[in-house]
């Protein structure tokens, strides 16, 4: 199903080059500091999967060490602001990270939007009673299949600081599920969490990001149709990394951020399911 690109609504990159003074002056200040940390990036828990790969790529390419925190974007926004101490900050929804440039804990300057995410209703394969695989046989064909009794709890993010959570809550509501659907939900800290509820069998279907349902063939998955919630449209920003006393060299931020919107970068996120900017949506892998 194609949707409208992000470049065909404006949500390109809205970058600025960093100055060639500004970079020089950080990088005398690590080096004459001698030591240098990994890259602290808080990123949304969406992209756990997503950003194994980045993080691997980028440091194939750079030699530098990358190390990742998922969470939901919220929390992240709202330990951000707090002094935690994140070199850079990927979230599911660019109002979390508009939020933390607000706090003055990252830069305007280099914010982009580096992609889209896809939610999707996620059941995992099992068995029937007689003990044969049914292959997800038993798996709802829309949101509004969730209704049913056959799914006693339904897993969702916590709509009050997880993306994805608010996307799944407004979806519900737009089928007019809401109501039936909210009696039997559980609510994850992440969508990560809320993915491994349903993994562990402690509910039996999830409204969760494509891609982390893309990453395994454990279950089976149903597109809900982005036209019912608001985008998610992702948002990466360049932040102070707390005291920058022992902080990596903001200019390996800025490499960073700038590597999730490069070719490679945009590979892999394109096989996670991510709709990036300037492109329309493809299909994901047997679907």
């Not at 896809?118 to 394969?125: A, F, Q, Y």
């Amino acid at each position: 199903m194609a949707i409208a690109s992000l470049a065909a609504l404006g949500l390109g990159c809205q970058g600025k080059p960093a100055g060639a003074k500004q970079d020089a002056s950080e990088q005398a200040s690590s080096s004459a500091m001698g030591t240098e940390r990994p890259l602290k990036v808080a990123a949304a828990a969406d992209l756990a999967r997503a950003f194994e790969e980045v993080g691997k790529g980028y440091e194939g390419k750079t030699g530098k060490k990358v190390v990742f925190s998922f969470g939901s974007s919220g929390l992240l926004a709202k330990q951000i602001a707090q002094g935690a101490p994140f070199d850079v900050f990927a979230s599911a929804n660019q109002s979390f990270a508009d939020e933390a440039i607000k706090s003055g804990a990252c830069f305007e300057e280099g914010q982009a939007l580096y992609a889209r995410g896809r939610l999707v209703v996620w059941t995992k394969k099992g068995k029937n009673d007689k003990g044969e695989k049914n292959d997800g046989a038993g798996a709802p064909q829309s949101l509004a299949d969730l209704k049913d009794p056959r799914f006693a709890k339904v897993a969702i993010a916590n709509p009050e600081h997880a993306p994805y959570g608010r996307a799944a809550k407004e979806a519900l509501t737009a089928v007019g599920a809401w109501d039936a659907v909210s009696k039997k939900v559980v609510y994850g800290e992440n969508i990560q969490q809320t993915f491994q509820f349903v993994q562990s069998g402690n509910a039996e279907a999830a409204v969760v990001a494509l891609s982390l349902a893309i990453a395994t063939d454990e279950g089976d998955y149903v597109l809900v149709d982005p036209k019912l919630h608001a985008p998610l449209d992702q948002k990466i920003v360049v932040c102070k990394g707390g005291s920058q006393e022992d902080g990596a060299p903001r200019k390996h931020a800025r490499a960073f951020a700038a590597y999730v919107n490069s070719e490679e970068g945009r590979a892999i996120m394109r096989r996670f399911g991510f709709l990036l900017p300037g492109e329309s949506l493809t299909p994901p892998p047997g679907h």
